[in-house]
């Protein structure tokens, strides 16, 4: 009987090293940028544009600062029902396709309870080679604490100017080398701006 011989194998092999250390590195970049993104208390957010705009991508802050129960649910919502009024959003992305960006625009925002907050907003256009609008990267900041405050000092200036301007005395400031960079009113018939700086 006549054995039959077995004619050799063809192996073949790649060298994979530098794509696992450049895979490697991949990773490590993302999870760095991700805990980056998760950390800062400022909302960071990717969105498609339009009436039915939603959100692409978004970070922990921004759920929180909407109040959103997770990422899935806030990845569902139309972002114009975020906004007290929808046609604020339309305006705002209006002025973002024309202008390209945005800084720090100051919009009324809706949580999910109902509760409203002012969300000061920074944003860009991100179009294809075509030059089609992809989608829009931006930053929220809850600013509702400083915009209040910021009215109330307004207020109390107001007030305030309304009591010097109102008074039946001269009320005059000086620096320390005596000119006079305030008077209320008329100070020895003279009107106040012949008298500032004197």
Known sequence: MKKKSIKGRVWSFRYITDRMQAVKALNKNEEKYHSLT?????????????????FIEVNQ??????????????????????????????????????????KNEELRLLRQDGSTFIGSTTAIVVKDKQGNVMHYDGIIEDITE?????????ENEEKFRSIVSNSPCV????????????VNYKYSGQEPENIVGK
Not at 38 to 53: F, S, V
Not at 84 to 91: A, L
């Open 146 to 154: 400083r915009a209040e405050l910021s009215m109330k000092l307004l």
């Open 171 to 182: 009320i005059m400031q000086t620096d320390r080398q005596g000119v006079i960079s305030f």
């Open 38 to 54: 998760e950390n800062l208390q400022i909302g960071i957010y990717r969105n498609t544009p339009g009436a039915k705009g939603k």
């Open 61 to 102: 802050a921004l759920i929180n600062m909407f109040g959103f129960k997770d990422r899935e649910s806030m990845l569902a919502a139309y972002i114009s029902s975020l906004y007290v009024s929808p046609d604020t959003r339309k305006k705002f992305s209006d002025k973002l396709k024309k202008e390209g960006s945005v």
